[in-house]
């Protein structure tokens, strides 16, 4: 008897946080991944308490847990790709950092995206210690970095409305993240309007290695969504885990998400769940 035919898929090392209504952290990084045809090895970094609409507790794993769940998987699998969700604490940031140190160390051009969940949509807290101060360690080690207008906001340090994203961008930057994606979804008006700064994101006959800027315009859909930002993160990391070029992985996974978003269904009133 033959033995079946096996085919192997590319894994993504996956960071993030328990929740248990599905719709966001490790449940929905899992999901997006393997819809980009990867495999999702996934680390807990917290516990919560949640439901599609709330944050109700945030439990942080011993960073200790955190490394021996990371190294077991290290020791037997090639990474292609990581993607960092919550960290839960400043603790637990600096042992990531740690872990994407050492892999870099074999694969200098490892992926990393960074989505940097500093609290729910509703405003509630997802970590124990300062979220924004917390992910400093893991911008200078930060491939793609996913934040929304609120989160570039903070991370950069600025006030509300003091610096546009291009400047927000610049600073992110300047702390060693070599693309910025700057999703729209928590503005005004009748579109989504991302923007991709780093290398190659200027003209097509612009230089590479040089910094610019590409939009993306995504007519804005009715409703609010649990796990949006997860999505498109994992999708990312997908991506290049596959090994698509940034750009051809930042418009992949950009319509993944828009489709994922556009056939929502409901568990529950409230934040409607992606279909990925």
Not at 52 to 81: C, F, S, T
Not at 141 to 162: F, I, W, Y
Not at 212 to 221: C, D, E, S, T
């Amino acid at each position: 008897m033959t033995a079946p035919a096996t085919s192997s898929r590319p894994c993504v090392l996956v960071f993030a946080g328990l929740d248990p209504s599905g719709g966001a952290g490790i449940v929905a990084d899992a999901q997006a991944v393997a819809a980009q045809g990867a495999h999702a090895l996934t680390v807990a970094t917290a516990l919560t308490a949640q439901d599609n609409d709330r944050v109700y507790g945030v439990w942080p794993v011993d960073p200790e847990l955190l490394l021996r769940q990371a190294q077991a998987l290290i020791d037997k699998m090639h990474i292609g790709a990581v993607k960092i969700g919550i960290t839960g604490s400043a603790a637990n940031a600096q042992m990531i950092a740690q872990v994407i140190a050492g892999l870099r160390r074999r694969q200098p051009e490892l992926p990393v995206v960074l989505d940097p969940v500093l609290a729910s949509g509703h405003g509630d807290l997802l970590s124990r210690d300062d979220a924004a101060q917390a992910l400093s360690p893991l911008l200078p080690l930060t491939t793609v970095l996913t934040p929304n207008g609120p989160e570039a906001l903070a991370l950069a340090g600025a006030r509300p409305h003091a610096a546009p994203s291009d400047a927000q961008a610049q600073i992110l930057r300047a702390r060693g993240c070599r693309h910025v994606l700057i999703t729209g979804g928590h503005g005004d008006g009748n579109e989504v309007v991302n923007r991709w700064f780093g290398p190659g994101a200027g003209p097509a006959f612009a230089d590479p290695a040089a910094s610019g800027q590409r939009v993306w315009r995504w007519m804005r859909l009715d409703g609010a969504f649990h796990g949006s930002g997860c999505t498109l993160a994992s999708a990312i990391a997908g991506q290049l885990a596959l090994g698509l070029p940034t750009a051809a992985a930042l418009e992949q996974a950009q319509h993944y998400v828009y489709a994922a978003l556009r056939d929502a269904y409901t568990v529950a009133p409230g934040q409607r769940i992606p279909l990925r």
